[in-house]
């Protein structure tokens, strides 16, 4: 069933909370300060990253699940669209390293998955988080050069790859 996205905008505001992402589209990237460990424990520095060509940035409540692994598989069957767009895609949640690299092998993953469990790059993005447990909302960031070209503050776990592109394709 195809959830409507004004009902995702909804939702997201219910059920997460924290403040609304404060980026707007021509914003440079957030500033992380810190290096951040992807799913094979390499630091990884999303400043640097996020300075040159286009990097998608996606953030999903938790590894291995339902919506999520929907989300990460899109992205893997994609990846040779995604490529010759120019296109470097980081996975980020609030899951440990382990969690992370068995969601990485489980579905064949070659994009980083962040472990952010400080919530050092979720909180530098805005991206509220739910009240109990501190999973992050599912939300997506693109940039080009250090800026912000495209969000979906509500994206779709299928729908995001196809979102990213047409907006790099309104863009040229």
């Excluded at 707007?24 to 060509?53: S, Y």
């Excluded at 767009?85 to 899951?95: E, N, P």
Aim: with cysteine; hydrophobic share 45%.
């Amino acid at each position: 069933m195809r959830i409507p996205h004004w009902l995702r905008i909804a939702l997201s505001w219910l059920l997460y909370s924290g403040s609304a992402c404060a980026l707007e589209i021509g914003d440079a990237a957030p500033k992380i300060g810190k290096l951040i460990p992807d799913q094979a424990n390499r630091m990884q520095d999303l400043d640097e990253i996020l300075r040159t060509g286009h990097t998608l940035v996606y953030f999903y409540p938790k590894a291995d699940t339902p919506g999520c692994t929907k989300q990460g598989c899109s992205v893997r069957d994609n990846t040779d669209r995604l490529a010759a767009a120019g296109v470097q895609v980081i996975g980020v949640s609030a899951d440990t390293v382990q969690a992370q690299a068995a969601f990485a092998d489980k579905f064949s993953f070659a994009f980083a998955l962040l472990a952010d469990r400080e919530k050092a790059v979720i909180s530098a993005f805005g991206v509220p988080t739910a009240p109990v447990l501190g999973l992050p909302a599912r939300q997506a960031f693109l940039f080009s050069d250090g800026k912000l070209m495209w969000m979906n503050k509500a994206v779709s776990p299928s729908e995001m790859v196809d979102e990213v592109l047409a907006a790099l394709a309104e863009k040229n």
